[in-house]
DNA sequence: TGAGGGATGTTAATAATTTAACAATAAATC
DNA sequence: GATTTATTGTTAAATTATTAACATCCCTCA
């Protein structure tokens, strides 16, 4: 499989939960208008990403939801499970490793680190906190694979340097300090602040 | 000034994060090559960036820091403070409250809305909690114009419609529903677990 | 059995966004 | 003072992403 484009990717996750969504509802089969509709996308966007991994439909009863389920997991999850750490278990982490709770799936949040002495050695939100100092030890013998970066802006660059040094591919950095890694590991950042700017932006003047 | 790129308005409020910590450190004139740097994008991103907004630089000496920073407000500010409210005041909501505390911007926090009861009439992350009973009358009272909804999912689509009745005009979604609004109210959705299996994605094989 | 319809897969067109190219400018250097 | 150098603003090109167009399929119903 050729290397998707960030946004279909994207999207299969959303199609992917929309559609377990649907086996709730003991929905078997689904027209790509149908799923669009639900994710307020069009239904030419659903069809051409679904046309991208190759996945076609049962004719005249739309698609298989049971089986595009599967066809997506094949497609953006890894074969084993992968795993992940939150980093900075403030409100932002423990919001985020709430997400991991009880769900089974091919990510598993294994660890989270913090400081506060409060919360270290401690299990919090479902995964046990250890110290920054023990990043090292922890990465490499849980086999952590994704960081999730919610510390303080502060500690930011130096926490993504180290554990890139450890082994990890995969960072999600929700702080609002703008990192840089290896050619080889993937970064995905996301800033509030920015959302919530542009919101106003749009809103004043009605920009819309 | 004519409607800006999406794009564009959230690089517009990251240049001006980061001209802040140019402030900070006494730095009064910025290159394009530099200020791309500090984010990783390109000095001709930059550069066209402020073509778009008409901004021009001291010639060889790069763009007039303190100039920039109120420029940028000019264009992605309102005249007035504009009122916020975090809906649900749970771990990602405090989290979205903390990033307003301290801070002095066009954009304040006026009101946060729960149902739980140990959170109700109190003042959370620096800002009262009401009851969802009261949206409309809190909403309509403090003029509240951007609501940031971080509730439980089974909630978002009904609040987010009442919030919209009672004159919101800009919606940030945390939520894992996707919703919609009528024109003229704008929406942006921000979908963690889609980022989180995005950079799954990439990670796994490496499809770097 | 064949015409009409509803949904798909795919190619082509359009729109949005980023990157490149380059002339213009003035400070620095010789 | 001429020349080099560094940086900008802007137009043009390339890339990426979305939307439209349409032939195709087969089910339905006459």
New binding site residues.
Partial sequence: MTRL????VE?LSEYRRTLLECLIEKKSF??????AARLH????????D??LI????V?????DVRELIDTIGKIIDSEESMNVAVIGIGNLGRAVAGYFKGKRSKLSLVASFDNDPQKVNKVISGVKCYPYSEIERVVKELDIKIAILTVPPDFAREISEETVRFGIKGILNFTTIPLNVPSGVHLEEYDMITSIEKVAYFVKDNKI
């Fill in positions: 484009p960030g946004k279909t999207r689904i027209f790509s208008h149908d799923l996308i069009t239904a030419v966007q659903v069809r051409r679904l046309m190759g996945y076609s439909s004719l005249r009863k739309g698609y």
